[in-house]
């Protein structure tokens, strides 16, 4: 299975980044394949500009193509996910997720704002028509501490993020390609499922 961290946060020094990180590690050590990209490794007029047809655009817009799978990180930016992986989810085909499994991943400084993944991103991961979008996992600042040994997550949102990629590893490998029959409704994940009436 292929799988891509894509990593949406414009900062040098990354809380988002740095967890992402921590994540491909973990997949690779389940003997996923993953490949990372980082929006701000990406030239930053073409994303402005909206130029897809740069080298640098096109090779990473290729490798969300390749992927089966994606986790995509960002940081609350102003109760939502940041400008900058907007600037780069713009610049994928209508259709740039068909398929895919995605799981957002999401730090912020306020648990006020853990809703914002449900509500900001997961609208446009399903309008570019990904196949499943997992529930998001929100991990406060608090949480999360660099150390000279690496990144330091908190039991708590530790076991969170262990789960969610169960689940995402599960989910990837239930809906991996090709589709089987025809082309089921886009399954998204909701923090607050709807009552099943009758
Ligand atoms: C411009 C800016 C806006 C932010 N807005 C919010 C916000 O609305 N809500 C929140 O909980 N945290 C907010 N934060 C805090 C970041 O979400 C948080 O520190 C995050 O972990 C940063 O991730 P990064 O290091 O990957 O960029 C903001 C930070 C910045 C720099």
Redesign the pocket.
Known sequence: MSILTLAG???A?????ALLEWIGARLGRSGERVDSLAVRDLPAEDLLFARADTQALQAALAKVERAQALVIST?????AY?GALKTFLDLLPQKGLAGKVVLPVV????V??TL?VEYALKPVLAALDARVVLNGVFIA?SQLEYTPDGLRIAGEAESRLHEALDRFEDAALRFRWPLAGPRSAVAVESAFPLPVSG
């Open positions: 946060s414009p900062a020094s990354s809380r988002s980044r940081p609350v930016y102003k109760a940041s730090t912020g400084g306020s006020a704002h914002a600042d």
